[in-house]
Structure formats: C-alpha cells, structure tokens
C-alpha cells in the first residue's frame, strides 16, 4: 500500500508537501503515510483514491485495476434493491 501512495504521487510529479497540503497534515505526518511509520486513516484513504481518480482497493494492492468502481446513486438503491 505504501509503495502505490508514493507511486502515485510521483507518477503526478507531487511532492509530499504538496498531498499533505491537500490532506490537511504536515509534510512528516504524510511522509509517515508513506513508509509505514504511521496508519494511514480512512477518511485518508478515500481522499487520496478520489484524489488519484482510483479505488480505495487499489491504493490498499487488493487489486491492481485502477479504475475506480462506480459510484452508486443512492435514490436509486432502493429500486435496484426490489
């Protein structure tokens, strides 16, 4: 996981100033994120994936597809659901 938050960032041409700017943290906490000195939080996580436009999956390597899912509509969940 950490490996493709870094990726990611470099492949953007970032520095990890400037994601942590974007995640409203410092420069060392998001460099924590990325070498695993820290738990990259959940809200975190689903800031970077829409961020990067990828699933939350893929930063955490359950799958290499990139792409990020779908995204439901939730006036029409109960209508699929019936």
Do not use: W
């Amino acid at each position: 996981m950490y490996q493709r938050i870094r990726d990611l960032r470099e492949d953007a041409d970032l520095l990890q100033k400037d994601i942590a700017r974007l995640l409203h943290c410092s420069q060392v906490c998001y460099s924590h994120y990325e070498t695993g000195k820290r738990d990259i939080p959940t809200e975190v996580l689903i800031q970077l994936s829409r961020f990067y436009d990828t699933s939350v999956d893929y930063l955490l390597g359950e799958t290499d597809t990139k792409e990020p899912y779908p995204k439901i509509i939730h006036n029409n969940i109960a209508g699929a659901l019936k």
